[in-house]
């Protein structure tokens, strides 16, 4: 099993002039840094691996494709604007017999299609992702011969990160310890803007919220996802 090093920065996981891919799991991050009462910033993750030799960007979403307007665009729109590739699937909506709604969609086959594509290009893959779905693409990530560090928590409970998955990467980054340098911060009092109220208690889920140049600081309607 790949062990959890006490380092705190991003910096300290990327050896100086290696080919990097980063790849993340939208929904898996979202949780994660959820659990850890932190947003992310996506423009400093871009940057913090911009530091290193940045190929490419990954950005995976299921998105459901019966509304005229998805909350998660404007996310998806100034990724794919600001150096993200962008990779979205439709995703299933149902209720759960409690009243919410509940969205299902894995991406783990984008995210495995495009890790063997970029193996042979790369020296150091990036995975924000615990989905147990990977390991198999992780293995044959590795017999490619580009290393692979999957970033996720363990402070979220066993569905954060499956332990299969941590013991076929060759090392696990906690995001508690490096979220600083991808931290979005509040912005200052006279900028803030009033919490908007009207949302539907009915639907509580989570959707990526996102700092960045244009973007907007109001939170994104959210979706809860299913299993």
């Not at 959890?4 to 840094?33: C, H, P, T, W």
């Amino acid at each position: 099993m790949a062990a959890r090093s006490s380092r705190n920065s991003i910096q300290d996981y990327l050896v100086s002039g290696e080919k990097v891919a980063v790849f993340i799991d939208g929904q898996s991050l979202y949780q994660s840094s959820r659990a850890l009462a932190f947003e992310i910033d996506y423009s400093k993750v871009l940057a913090e691996f911009e530091k290193a030799s940045l190929l490419r960007a990954y950005y995976f979403v299921a998105m459901l494709d019966t509304e005229d307007y998805s909350p998660l665009k404007p996310l998806t729109d100034w990724l794919s604007y600001n150096g993200y590739s962008v990779v979205t699937k439709p995703a299933r909506e149902y209720n759960d017999g409690n009243g919410y709604r509940r969205v299902k969609g894995s991406v783990a086959v984008e995210i495995a299609v495009e890790m063997m594509e970029m193996a042979p290009h790369v020296d150091h893959i990036i995975l924000f992702s615990g989905d147990s779905e990977l390991k198999h693409a992780v293995e044959a990530v590795k017999r490619r011969g580009a290393k692979i560090t999957a970033f996720s928590t363990l402070h979220a409970g066993p569905q954060s990160i499956s332990d299969d998955l941590r013991r076929s990467v060759d090392g696990f980054v906690d995001l508690s310890q490096v979220m600083r340098p991808i931290q979005r911060l509040p912005p200052p009092a006279y900028q803030r803007v009033p919490d908007d109220n009207s949302q539907d208690p009915e639907i509580d889920s989570p959707t990526p919220q996102f700092s960045a140049t244009g973007g907007s600081n109001k939170p994104l309607s959210p979706i809860r996802m299913g299993d």
